[in-house]
DNA sequence: ACAATTCCATACCTATCGATACAAATAGTA
DNA sequence: TACTATTTGTATCGATAGGTATGGAATTGT
């Protein structure tokens, strides 16, 4: 390993560029504001994370394992119930996180770009898909371990969960308070079936 | 009236630019496919709407009053759960419209503008808060009536369904099917209290 | 000590953004 | 016809977008 070392360190640059997509979305987020939050010049950047949009997706999965690892989580919660619970209650203390924008990155990013970045929105669309499939395999399995009704549509409920999940992002965008999303989340599982 | 006559219709222009902003956004819609797709040209455009933010209020009020006229025409609904019915089973019709962009523009809007743009979401976010108001004011009355129980929090049940359409804007616009979205709502009502 | 390699910084590229200046064109009025 | 008011088309403005070329400074292995 020749030559000079870089003076920062890739995963903290990581974390204020995940921020700075955070608060303005894909589009929104400009170079300027990118590298001035993350300390370092634009061919730093481009020579560590490759361009913008490689830039994303590595703060997309960065965000994935960090502040949105509770969805993830939620599935290993004992029963389907709780799952929801977990992912719902787990949402409203996300969503308002003091130390993060609020809202989610995910549904920020998908609803702020034009069609220059169809492929960003092509990739949270899927990513949410393919949640929303796991999160019904989870509620088969519910099922079949009985603590879920049997004429449950398992479908139709993970699409209902994240449905509410994605209307909690959209109001902690627009400045609902923790106590607020809690509510809304206790009032969706007051409603669970079974 | 003097002068020479303009060559197009404002109401329909402004209904093309309703349907640019409805797709992209409103930093999103550039001015280049704004006036495309409006049929005019630039200098037509700020003499006849002023400047690219007075276009988008002017579109929004068209949108209120015309494909998103739902919302307050369900506020006429005899009970509360018909107002709710009314409401999300209009947002799963509206939000999937075969003649418009799929999701709301309000939604698309809000979530893609930086800070640039901040007027306009802020004025988003004033008529979504507004809307709760007069839903929460709704369902007080229904509690007067006596067809909402006494111990429902009005203020809780309008946050949950204003969530919950949200909620299916998103799915709307990340693809979901009519199919889709009526069932969403249909799951909701039926957890309907009382 | 030297050369290879890598990083950082300035300055610049082209494309596009929202917004306008200007003059030709079209109408009503006298 | 002369005059005035308004629209329309072209061409352009300054600012900013994402992305690079270049050159010097710094650190490594030999």
Redesign the interface.
């Known amino acids: 390993m020749k030559g000079r070392p870089r003076e920062f360190d890739a995963d903290e640059a990581l974390d204020c560029a995940l921020e700075v997509f955070w608060r303005?979305?894909y589009?929104?987020?400009s170079l300027s504001e990118l590298t001035e939050a993350m300390g370092i010049n634009r061919p730093s950047l481009y020579a560590a994370f490759g361009n913008k949009e490689e830039l994303f997706r590595k703060a997309l999965d960065r965000y994935a394992e960090g502040p949105a690892a509770y969805t993830r989580e939620a599935l290993n919660a004992p029963t389907a119930k709780s799952v929801a619970e977990r992912l719902l209650q787990g949402a409203a203390e996300a969503l308002t996180h003091p130390d993060y924008p609020p809202?989610c990155l995910g549904?920020?990013g998908?609803?702020?770009?034009?069609?220059a970045a169809e492929s960003i929105r092509d990739e949270l669309?899927s990513r949410?898909?393919a949640y929303e499939v796991s999160l019904r395999q989870r509620f088969e399995r519910a099922k079949m371990e009985g603590d879920l009704s049997a004429d449950a549509?398992c479908a139709?409920?993970a699409?209902?969960v994240?449905?509410?999940?994605?209307?909690?992002?959209?109001?902690a965008?627009?400045?609902?308070t923790r106590q607020?999303l809690r509510?809304?989340a206790e009032?969706?599982l007051?409603?669970w079936p079974g």
């Open positions: 303005k979305g589009e929104g987020a809202g549904v920020h998908a609803l702020s770009c034009g069609e669309g949410r898909a549509d139709d409920l699409r209902l994240t449905t509410v999940a994605q209307g909690m992002a959209v109001q965008a627009g400045g609902a607020d509510r809304v009032m969706m007051r409603a």
